[in-house]
């Protein structure tokens, strides 16, 4: 499988490297030249298969020789053969039309580990024999921080730095990362906001005196190798609910568009889907792009559901390139134009292109908080904010009642135990392979908001780890 870049300066790249690279070298994202397509017959004979054997039959097309089927197999093994429930990603019945897609049975509690989990065994495998390591940096403001860490810790390839701003995320997140004691992993407490622990993240990323000592590399959403590891999901759950002879409809709870996406390329490869609702909260920036054509970055409010507090989304871009028919001209002007000016009207021909397959909507708190109210009174079910918000969505999008409506549950409620509790009076609590985290011992770096001092610090700690490692 040969991959390009959105914005069209470069081509013919395969899976190991667009892996490595993350963003592509002109800006842009990278997808696959052509999208692999199974027939019905083929879809239909997947039903039955564990998890991770359905992992590898989807991923392959993408894959191609950069990895042989056995070490697809073992790494699709060793990445879900952590999650703590069996089926990986279990479906729960809610009411007659709608269901709950549990992605959260992974280490960290979020629908991120199904992709990094997967993410981190790719980084091992690539690096490998090269003599290099990978410095992977990140700022978090709370659920992609834990997932990173827990996909590279103890992992000989990559040393991990995350940044969080010191004391403005919840216990329970920065627990998660914080008790994670492997010597390649480096958390990071910054005075200041996510907004600075980020822009220095930025920084670092451009910075030659960096980049010349260590390999700097990120795990962000706009790898394609996550979107990837998502598509799986949704082929797992439409097997279980009649697919492909019977359509499906979704419901995601979305940010930078990722996830969403990953549904959107199931579609494409042959998976019948009814209906993909993008649920966004009051950053509606996706909403208004959808239902409107309006395209522009607003002020950041911040919501009960912070994994979903973005301005911008950036996979949003893989979508416009797509409907453009790869037109990479067209679509670098559309995207300098939103670069330059913050704003972005989506043409009418490619939002009837959009409108044909998706949905949209803002949700708004209260009616989150009535959901996860109703959720629980209607099911015995406890969803965290960003789950409630895509049921949300999904009660409010009149589907034809005979299409099962599968909302993704992205996070597991006891991340969110105070949002949960005000809307519905229980309180989750955490499952028992983790009820001990607040018994864990801690450790993290606690450094000012001063660029120097926090390059330093990492180039000090990636040197002297390279020289034990040898
Ligand atoms: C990251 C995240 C989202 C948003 O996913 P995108 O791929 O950015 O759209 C939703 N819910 C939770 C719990 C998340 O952590």
Excluded at 27 to 48: C, H, Q
Excluded at 191 to 219: C, I, L, T, W, Y
Excluded at 267 to 287: F, S
Excluded at 334 to 353: C, H, K, P, V, Y
Aim: proline fraction near 4%; aromatic fraction near 8%; hydrophobic fraction near 45%.
């Amino acid at each position: 499988m040969e991959y390009i870049s959105t914005r069209g300066q470069s081509e013919g790249q395969s899976f190991r490297d667009v892996t490595l690279a993350g963003l592509g070298s002109d800006g842009g994202l990278y997808v696959p030249k052509n999208w692999p397509r199974f027939d019905m017959e083929t879809i239909a004979s997947w039903a039955g298969l564990p998890y991770a054997d359905l992992a590898c039959r989807i991923m392959q097309p993408f894959i191609g020789d950069s990895l042989t089927d056995a070490q697809l197999k073992s790494l699709c093994d060793a990445a879900y053969g952590g999650f703590s429930h069996d089926a990986v990603a279990p479906l729960v019945q809610i009411d007659q039309q709608h269901w709950l897609l549990e992605l959260f049975h992974g280490p960290t509690l979020a629908f991120k580990d199904v992709a990094l989990q997967l993410l981190g065994g790719l980084f091992e495998e690539f690096m490998q024999g090269s003599g290099k390591r990978l410095t992977i940096i990140g700022a978090t403001s709370g659920d992609t921080g834990s997932a990173a860490i827990h996909a590279v810790a103890g992992r000989a390839a990559a040393e991990i730095f995350m940044l969080h701003p010191s004391g403005r995320i919840s216990d329970v997140q920065r627990r998660q990362m914080t008790t994670v004691l492997a010597p390649n992993v480096h958390n990071i407490a910054i005075e200041g906001s996510f907004d600075d622990a980020q822009a220095m993240v930025k920084r670092m990323f451009n910075d030659p005196h960096v980049n010349n000592a260590v390999h700097v590399s990120a795990v962000n959403s706009i790898n394609w190798a996550r979107l990837m590891a998502q598509i799986v999901y949704y082929f797992a759950a439409a097997l279980q609910l009649g697919g492909p002879h019977r359509k499906i409809a979704f419901s995601v709870p979305t940010g930078n568009f990722g996830d969403v996406f990953a549904g959107y390329v199931a579609h494409k490869m042959g998976l019948p889907i009814e209906r993909l609702i993008v649920a966004t909260n009051r950053n509606d920036i996706l909403d208004r792009a959808i239902s409107s054509g309006d395209y522009s970055r607003s002020a950041l409010e911040p919501t009960a559901a912070p994994s979903m507090d973005i301005q911008v989304s950036s996979n949003f871009e893989r979508l416009l390139f797509d409907m453009v028919e790869q037109d990479s001209t067209r679509l670098a002007d559309m995207m300098q134009g939103f670069e330059a000016t913050n704003r972005l009207t989506i043409d009418s021909d490619i939002r009837e292109r959009i409108t044909a397959l998706f949905s949209s909507a803002a949700v708004q708190h209260d009616d989150l908080a009535r959901t996860i109210d109703w959720a629980y009174r209607a099911s015995g079910e406890l969803l965290d904010p960003h789950t409630a918000i895509g049921l949300a969505a999904a009660r409010d999008a009149q589907i034809d009642t005979s299409v099962p409506l599968v909302t993704l549950a992205t996070a597991h409620p006891a991340k969110f135990p105070d949002a949960v509790e005000r809307a519905c009076g229980i309180r989750p609590v955490l499952p028992g392979r983790i009820g001990d985290l607040f018994d864990r011992q801690e450790k993290f770096k606690e450094l000012p908001g001063d660029y120097d001092a926090v390059a330093a610090y990492i180039l000090a700690q990636a040197n002297s780890d390279l020289s034990q490692a040898g």
